[in-house]
DNA sequence: GAGGAGATCGTCT
DNA sequence: GACGATCTCCTCT
């Protein structure tokens, strides 16, 4: 695979409302290939994303916005391409970026990333020891998982909860570099107890740094 | 390498 | 008061 630069990523336009304006299926399969971008002061934090999960909303079970809308998940009800950000098991913050027409409530929920750029700064927010691992065996611990991702990125629900991933003006945002996933493999999400069977998240086939054992 | 259980707290009922 | 779109550590094989 060829090597991303800190100069790819400034220079890769960023994805616009259009692109989340859709149904969340094509949203979670399109993300995947694209770059999530963190800036940090003066430096950028950048993983590309391997793993998506789709959310469709009041008509999906598993989905938060399925028993409506409530404070927590109020940001599924607005506008396409915001971010939505929540606590989980008492120590772990889940991102997802909403999708579909304003209303619908979908989202997709990012699953794991792979590191591209500010990797050192990356292992460092997860506490990881890069330095200590000739083999470079923690780089897949960096981000393969939707709370070491959060994690990896310093996305907390205070900060980010809410943010427009689509304004100029975000340090939270997604970018086409023009890579494009050779392989899209489909299974069944993780950690769900309704709609276990749908074929809903989507990983780059192949990829070494998506979650869990299921790799396909 | 695989599997089990504890941690820990916001959200909803 | 119960539960959860998870992670990590520990034990066993």
């Not at 800190?6 to 616009?16: H, M």
């Not at 009041?58 to 409506?68: F, K, L, R, T, V």
């Amino acid at each position: 695979m060829p090597t991303t630069t800190i100069a790819t990523v400034r220079a890769a336009p960023r994805l616009s409302r259009g692109f989340f304006n859709r149904d969340a299926v094509t949203v979670a399969r399109e993300l995947l290939g694209k770059l999530l971008v963190r800036r940090e002061g003066s430096q950028l934090l950048a993983g590309r994303v391997v793993e998506a999960e789709a959310y469709l909303g009041a008509a999906d079970p598993a989905a938060h916005a399925y028993n409506g809308r409530t404070p927590r998940n109020a940001v599924l009800f607005g506008p396409p391409g915001h971010a939505y950000v929540y606590f989980i098991y008492g120590n772990h913050y889940c991102t997802n970026v909403s999708c579909m027409p304003e209303g619908d409530a979908g989202c997709v929920l990012l699953r794991a990333l792979e590191p591209v750029v500010g990797i050192a700064a990356m292992a460092a927010n997860r506490d990881l020891e890069l330095a200590a691992d000739p083999t470079h065996s923690q780089l897949r611990n960096i981000a393969s998982g939707p709370g070491r991702l959060s994690e990896a990125l310093r996305i907390t629900r205070d900060r980010d909860n809410g943010k427009d991933f689509t304004s100029p003006r975000s340090d939270l945002w997604f970018a086409d570099d023009g890579h494009r996933v050779a392989e899209i493999a489909a299974t069944p999400r993780i950690g769900v107890n309704q709609a276990v069977h749908e074929p809903l998240r989507f990983l780059a086939g192949g990829n070494p740094y998506v979650s869990g054992s299921r790799k396909l």
